[in-house]
């Protein structure tokens, strides 16, 4: 009984509970994903996710200081109320490679996406659990969704950064993916009403 109690066991058919969700009848166990064996591999997960975080944050500092450190530059060259000013070209430089690096940054999951839209696999994945990311979004840390997928060489799962601090899946719900070599992509599952 107290076996049961410290999530040990399944709840639901007592088998021994090494994972978030039971081998045996399918339950969730209770388990925290991070007291659960990995029971299968972990594959490399490079998530493909558009959005604010992914895109349009680093976009901004891309614009800003791309224009600050390779634009400007040449623009101030150019007036002639700037060239008696004769300003250092290594002053811009820091201004550059921020620029540039946050532009790498913005194009990546573009990138990412766009590979997956043309050569990527639908697939599905079974969620197994959460645990916290190392970013932290205001004071919360940022979630992992523990994913089990079935690879032709047997089950795995990935640990997939979702970007946000919520948990959107209920453990042991179906998602569809869309997967190419280590690149992958939760695809958004429309909600239909029957009336």
Known sequence: MSDINSGRVCAHCGAPATSEICPYC???TGLNTWQADMEYPVLECKEANLGFWTVAFPAVFAFGFGYAGLIMPMTMRKNLAFVEADVPMAFFLPFAVIGIVAAYLTILPIFR????MIKGKRITGTV???VDD???MNGRPAQVVKILVHAQDG???IMYQLGHTGQPYGINSQLSLVVYKAYFL???????VQW
């Open 26 to 28: 399918g339950s969730p």
């Open 113 to 116: 996406y766009i590979l997956l």
């Open 128 to 130: 197994y659990g959460y």
């Open 134 to 136: 190392n970013v932290l």
């Open 155 to 157: 089950p795995k799962f």
């Open 186 to 192: 939760i695809k958004k599952q429309r909600t239909t």
